[in-house]
T-cell receptor
Framework: DAGVIQSPRHEVTEMGQEVTLRCKPI?????LFWYRQTMMRGLELLIY????????DSGMPEDRFSAKMPNASFSTLKIQPSEPRDSAVYFC??????????????FGPGTRLTVL | GDSVTQMEGPVTLSEEAFLTINCTYT??????LFWYVQYPGEGLQLLLK?????DKGSNKGFEATYRKETTSFHLEKGSVQVSDSAVYFC???????????FGKGTKLSVKP
């Protein structure tokens, strides 16, 4: 398997622009997670889906952030409008959770976002 | 709620030194426990895990034993290499919600 695929790997944009990050989870995995990592705040869970349904979005910073999972093989994280403080590395991860127990999460390589 | 506490870094060691990174947890029940490693510029990857008390997870010379009595899952390696320089994250199974709860990470630097 190719692992979790994220695109783009790097994104540089200007404040106020819309940014869309994309993720393709590992085939057969039923849970998908979006994280944000910065030096100041460390690794933060933004939102996660189980069977394409959002389970917990309490980590989403504010209404400027939205995430969708239209099918089992694709998810997007959108920031509109973007701000400089959104600059971070965004990771997507997927796992195969059975019987309500969390199992190993497999992380993508991340998208490094810079908002000028 | 459930939580993970791991030792603050950074940790700096010389090559071939012994490594211990402490991790303790607070949880109801008996969650699975994980150690992840993040090399510079990469995503996190699973290093080892243990699913029940007294289990020992091991990989690449690293070991950690699930200690229910002390609610701990300390990471150890007998002889570190420069290539082990990375950030190490302890995590636990968040239960029926299906998520993992991560510690803040410990940065390890190994000098030749």
């Amino acid at each position: 398997d190719a692992g979790v695929i994220q695109s783009p790997r790097h994104e540089v944009t200007e404040m106020g622009q819309e940014v869309t990050l994309r993720c393709k989870p590992i085939s057969g995995h039923n849970s998908l997670f979006w994280y944000r990592q910065t030096m100041m705040r460390g690794l933060e869970l933004l939102i996660y889906f189980n069977n394409n349904v959002p389970i917990d979005d309490s980590g989403m910073p504010e209404d400027r952030f939205s995430a969708k999972m239209p099918n089992a093989s694709f998810s997007t994280l959108k920031i509109q409008p973007s701000e400089p403080r959104d600059s971070a590395v965004y990771f997507c991860a997927s796992s195969q959770n059975l019987l309500g127990r969390a199992d190993t999460q497999y992380f993508g390589p991340g998208t490094r976002l810079t908002v000028l | 709620g459930d939580s993970v506490t791991q030792m603050e870094g950074p940790v700096t060691l010389s090559e071939e030194a012994f490594l211990t990174i402490n991790c303790t947890y607070t949880a109801t029940g008996y969650p699975s426990l994980f150690w992840y490693v993040q090399y510079p510029g990469e995503g996190l990857q699973l290093l080892l895990k243990a699913t029940k008390a007294d289990d020992k997870g091991s990989n690449k010379g690293f070991e950690a034993t699930y200690r229910k009595e002390t609610t701990s899952f300390h990471l150890e390696k007998g002889s570190v290499q420069v290539s082990d320089s990375a950030v190490y994250f302890c995590a636990l199974d968040g239960g029926s919600q299906g998520n993992l709860i991560f510690g803040k990470g410990t940065k390890l630097s190994v000098k030749p």
